[in-house]
């Protein structure tokens, strides 16, 4: 099979240090296996990304030497394949919508008998407030516009390799590490998944779906065998590996890299425009300079 990366950034602003850390060592592990690197513009939300940055992008790589074959996969030109598996898992009964606001499930997750919130790879886990065990959503037509959330504990129950119950186990392989050093074969089980990752959202109203469904549908079409990215997705890479399970499509295989930070610890974001790779280059960096500043 042949070795396939990807590298798929978001056109919501310029390509910075961590960027490049992360585009370079996925393109040289692809050229040092014989194989290649793809390049995914990962535009779903519509109301953040501009041309002009996904210009850029292709830009900034070109003059980092990375190449890839063309044209670019665009994960808004892929709406419809979203839309039909958030019909098909509709129609499993593991979705159900969700009118919460952000505000909501803070308030809820703070209630006096939950006690602190409980923090996940999305940010504060879903306290299922808009969860119904009496109605089968199978039976209702698929709510068009609407927040979906799914249903982690149904999956839990579905999914796994055979052990009893919520001992039901997933497992990847990961040849980077983890925020904790995590490496070599990575096991959890369901219950794992439903106390520290919960109902996460499938679908957003206003994009009609989300980074964990489009990431996973994506890397199956493109038949991506490998994934490098930062730490700060190791534990996005469950959710993944569950969807993946749920939908019959192949695991690949993880790289977690560590994060490029600043000179107080803080890690790169776009905003920080002083770092961004066409500054370096407009001032005369090469790619070999940029190499160098990411310890590559």
């Known amino acids: 099979m042949a070795h396939l990366e990807r590298f798929a950034p978001s056109p919501t602003g310029p390509l910075h240090l961590g960027h490049a850390f ?4 996925a393109y040289d592990s692809a050229v040092k296996n014989g194989g ?35 044209p670019a996969l665009k994960q808004s030109e892929r709406l419809p394949a979203y839309l039909e598996t958030l019909k098909t898992l509709w129609h499993r009964d ?10 909501d499930i803070r308030a809820a997750a703070q209630a006096p008998q939950e006690g602190a919130p409980m923090l996940g790879p999305d940010g504060v886990i879903y306290p299922r407030t808009c969860f119904s065990q009496s109605s089968y959503m199978a039976d209702l ?98 959710i993944h590996v569950i969807l ?12 977690h890299h560590a994060l490029i930070r600043d000179e107080n610890g803080k890690r790169l974001a776009k905003r920080d425009d002083a770092r961004a ?9 090469t790619p070999e300079d940029v190499r160098r500043m990411v310890g590559l």
């Open 141 to 238: 037509p698929f709510p068009a516009d609407q927040t979906l959330r799914l249903d982690m504990e149904k999956c839990g129950m579905m999914l796994g390799e055979p052990r009893p119950h919520w001992q039901r186990y997933f497992s990847f392989v990961e040849t980077g590490q983890g925020p904790n050093g995590e490496t070599g074969l990575i096991e959890f089980t369901a219950n794992d998944a439903i106390e520290t990752i919960g109902d996460i959202v499938l679908a957003r109203r206003d994009m009609g779906t989300s980074y964990h469904l489009s990431v996973v549908l994506d890397d199956a079409f493109q038949r991506v065998t490998h994934v490098t990215r930062g730490q700060d997705l190791f534990e996005a890479t469950k």
């Open 277 to 285: 790779l066409s500054k370096y280059c407009s001032e005369g960096a």
């Open 36 to 70: 290649e690197l793809l390049l995914r513009i990962e535009d779903i939300d519509q109301s953040r990304c501009r041309p002009k940055w996904e210009a850029q992008i292709l830009d900034d790589l070109a003059w980092l030497g990375i190449r890839w074959p063309t």
């Open 22 to 25: 992360s585009a370079l060592t």
């Open 94 to 103: 593991v979705l159900y919508p969700c009118k919460c606001t952000r505000k």
């Open 244 to 255: 993946q399970k749920l939908l019959g499509l192949p695991t690949p295989i993880y790289h």
